[in-house]
């Protein structure tokens, strides 16, 4: 996958400032793929090559409040991908815009909440980044694109207005279908899926499994939120488990509120959780790409040992010379 445009900037600007210091900056030798040249570019005279596989963790940091912690240092992450730890090569904090997708839940179950979850999801965007792209994808036994990106509130509310509330519950493929268009279209390096549903997938043809691999590879941090008849305990218990494994395995958060009113300040808590993340990037020591799953683990350390960390769990090295996400 190539470089996040600021992080491979940052890198460019510290090569330029060595060389103007009369310092040749220090050249990092990248593994190729067979048959393909690594990049050299050339800065001032000397031979400034880039490795393009530069592993990007976004991780939110919390206090035993559950409040947000935005002060750390460098020193206070250490990385390990299988155990072996890893040396950071990209550090930062930062609100950088993003590409978002809205999957909101429009089956017949959520006739009576699609106003507040509307009410919700328009709050998440206000609490946003304002040059975020959002788009929409209405689904029930379908999925339906009824916004492309955009940061324009009235055409995302016009979307959320769509309401064909019948059928069965496919969040599982309307996730799918979200992944593939941040894949395709997204112009922003950072991304995100906020799901919102009610009730146990029903009616998807992918299963569970292959979504979770898929958004995984996509580097997409993906965020739940059920809404779930508790009554019908084990329908919800799967569906609590789903929604679960989708947001830890890519360093989102699920949540799973008792009152639909309760969604529009865990829309809000979201937007503030994805502005309020470290940037920390890494080359593996294993570079080999052979398509097997990397377990990434980040732990605090000194002072910050007892704040919690969340992230992604790993990613894909892929066998054709790509990373995962690429």
Not at 123 to 135: G, I, L, R, T, Y
Not at 258 to 284: C, F, M
Not at 292 to 308: C, D, E, H, I, M
């Amino acid at each position: 996958m190539p470089l996040p445009n600021r992080v491979l900037l940052l890198l460019l600007l510290a090569a330029v400032g060595a060389w103007s210091q009369g310092q040749a900056p220090r050249q990092a030798t990248p593994q190729s793929a067979p048959g393909q040249k690594p990049s050299t570019p050339e800065v001032g005279g000397f031979i400034f090559r880039v490795d393009t596989r530069l592993v990007v963790l976004h991780a939110t940091v919390l206090d035993k409040n559950n409040h947000f912690v935005t002060n750390l240092q460098q020193s206070a992450f250490k990385v390990f991908e299988n155990n072996v730890e890893q040396s950071l090569k990209v550090f930062s904090r930062e609100d950088v815009p993003i590409s978002v997708g809205l999957v909101i839940d429009n089956s017949g179950s959520m006739r009576d909440k699609r106003e507040k979850v509307n009410a919700a999801a328009l709050a998440f965007v206000k609490a946003s980044n304002p040059a975020d792209e959002v788009f929409i994808v209405n689904f029930n036994d379908e999925a339906f694109l009824d916004q492309d990106y955009t940061s324009k509130q009235d055409l995302l509310q016009d979307a959320l207005k769509k309401v064909d509330q019948r059928g069965g519950t496919a969040f599982y493929d309307a996730l799918s279908m979200s992944v593939d268009h941040l894949r395709e279209k997204a112009k922003k390096d950072k991304k995100v899926l906020l799901l919102i549903t009610d009730g146990e997938d029903n009616a998807s043809m992918i299963t569970l499994e292959k979504l979770l691999r898929k958004v995984q590879e996509s580097e997409a941090a993906v965020f739940t939120v059920g809404l779930l008849n508790e009554e019908e305990r084990r329908a919800a218990r799967r569906t609590r488990r789903a929604l679960t494994s989708l947001a830890e395995a890519t360093g989102g958060a699920a949540f799973f509120p008792k009152q639909t009113s309760e969604v529009d300040e865990i829309a809000h808590r979201i937007a503030l959780d994805i502005r309020n993340q470290y940037v920390l990037g890494y080359t593996p020591t294993n570079d080999a790409q052979d398509g097997s799953f990397r377990a990434v683990r980040v732990t605090l350390v000194g002072a910050a040992k007892n704040y919690s960390i969340r992230t992604r769990t790993g990613y894909y090295a892929r066998a054709n010379g790509t990373r995962s996400g690429d």
